[in-house]
């Protein structure tokens, strides 16, 4: 079955032995890859459907336990999922979205079921769910993976050392993933089923029923869902692509994409931008692809294959040995989590990072850097930085709690790096300062405009 163009390597049976093959329907458990364009689960289980002449129902299951997301994060997710609702009722597809865990309400709705088809997440929690419901179902669980260009077991079965050890593998393989995906037509359309669902027109309501932690406001300058997050792409193609090459890094002019909360929550598929941005002729694709494909899907195989990806121990063993040497010397500046939190230091370019972060929920990609290694040189110790740091990142940004998070702030502290000259504090561990940011920027202009927001 490849009419829709999905890779064999995207697909994989979760269940070897299903015993039930007999139900009246297949579900789209949808999870992660939270849209309809450029979906290979839903194009996946559409065929299914039509290949068994059956009607075929999506299913989203809303747990209030998802580790550290608040009020920000279900917010932007939640109006994503109306978005979903809106385009899955035009093409015949209902969307059942009920409380619970997702992988027991994916179970709820799968008892009469042919087959289930859930989307691919790496995070751990993701996983259990996946692995928890392929013990349970009795039809066929099967996994497509659509959140990546390429599958990230076909680029390596191994955790990767850096960009320069992935990009080669990668490379190798776009002509083979980087090609377009066509949603078939389901067959039988409307499928009259009577499980309950959640109305998704009530958020403000369904986020009290969740009980969330509702301390970091969501935002308003990002519209949420598929369709903001095509506007969004087809904006920054227009209006900021052509100047990412060279001031991507420049932190007083926003020439960035605005695409990771969409890619976060799944609400654009990175293979569909990748193509979107590969039509342009301008020097700045590969910049973008490089950072898009090769720096994102790093950020997959470290959480797919470090089991500690979200503490120190994920470092390097060269990471973790200098900064242990370095653990004692002495800091000009200590500060709390909670002044950390508050933007009280001294350096007023750390405080407008951490400003654009709890207010805006998007710290700009190269302040992200800085903002972690000052971290790092400020706090008691590594292991306390670390930890701070993802915890300041996970709870306010609204990409947050991502691979590319977890990945990001390991970065700070010497993952996909190399070592550098030795130095207090940081030892060989990469170091940033603030004359820097002065003598490549014009940090008055990020100055002001942070004081905006
Ligand atoms: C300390 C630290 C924390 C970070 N936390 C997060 C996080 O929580 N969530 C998150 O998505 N990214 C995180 N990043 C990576 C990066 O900063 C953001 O992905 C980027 O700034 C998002 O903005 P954009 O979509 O406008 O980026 P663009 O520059 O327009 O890039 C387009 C896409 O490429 C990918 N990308 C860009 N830079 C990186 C990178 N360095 N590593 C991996 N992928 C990249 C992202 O998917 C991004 O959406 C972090 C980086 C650091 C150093």
């Known amino acids: 079955m490849n009419t829709a163009l999905i890779q064999k390597e995207r697909i994989e049976s979760l269940n070897s032995d299903p015993k039930n093959m007999q139900g009246k329907y297949v579900v789209y458990w949808m999870q992660q890859s939270q849209r309809v364009r450029y979906n290979h689960a839903l194009a996946y289980a559409i065929e299914l459907a039509n290949k068994h002449n059956l009607p075929l129902i999506t299913v989203f299951g809303l747990t209030a336990n998802f580790p550290e997301a608040n009020v920000r994060h279900y917010d932007f997710m939640l109006r994503g999922l109306a978005d979903v609702e809106i385009s899955l009722k035009k093409i015949g597809i209902p969307f059942v979205v009920q409380f619970g865990a997702p992988d027991d309400v994916a179970l709820r709705c799968s008892r009469g079921a042919a087959a289930v088809v859930v989307d691919r997440g790496y995070l751990r929690i993701q996983k259990k769910w996946r692995e928890d419901a392929a013990l349970k179902f009795d039809c066929a669980l099967i996994q497509v993976e659509s959140d990546v260009v390429v599958p990230v077991d076909t680029v390596s079965r191994k955790e990767e050392y850096a960009a320069a050890t992935i990009r080669p593998k990668i490379n190798k393989l776009l002509a083979k993933f980087m090609v377009p995906l066509n949603l078939p037509i389901l067959k039988k359309k409307n499928f009259d089923h009577s499980f309950k669902t959640i109305s998704l027109s009530y958020i403000k309501t369904i986020l009290k029923r969740l009980k969330v932690d509702s301390s970091v406001a969501p935002v308003e300058w990002l519209v949420a869902g598929e369709t903001a997050a095509q506007k969004t792409l087809q904006e920054f193609i227009k209006s900021r692509l052509s100047l990412f090459s060279t001031k991507r890094n420049d932190p007083s002019v926003d020439m960035l994409s605005n695409l990771s909360p969409y890619l976060h929550y799944g609400q654009i598929s990175p293979l569909d931008i ?49 900064l242990f040497q370095h653990a004692k010397d002495k800091r000009e500046y200590i500060y709390s989590r909670e002044q950390l939190e508050s933007g009280q230091t001294h350096d007023i370019y750390w405080n407008a990072a951490q400003r654009e972060m709890a207010v805006r929920g998007k710290m700009h990609g190269y302040m992200r850097m ?84």
């Open 370 to 453: 800085y903002w972690g290694k000052k971290i790092l040189e400020w706090s008691k110790s590594p292991e306390e930085a670390y930890e701070t740091a993802l915890y300041l990142n996970n709870k306010y940004e609204l990409d947050g709690r991502d691979p590319n998070g977890f990945a990001g702030v390991a970065w700070c502290f010497g993952k996909h790096d190399r070592p550098w000259k030795e130095r207090p504090i940081f030892g060989m561990v990469r170091y940033m300062n603030s004359s820097g940011l002065e003598r490549k920027f014009c940090m008055e202009g990020y100055l002001k405009s942070n004081t905006a927001v």
């Open 274 to 322: 990748a193509l979107a941005v590969s039509k342009i002729k301008s020097e700045s694709v590969d910049s973008f692809l490089e950072e898009l494909i090769v720096r994102r899907e790093l950020a997959m195989n470290f959480v797919h294959q470090n089991g500690d990806y979200d503490n120190y121990y994920s470092l390097p063993a060269w990471a973790k040995g200098t």
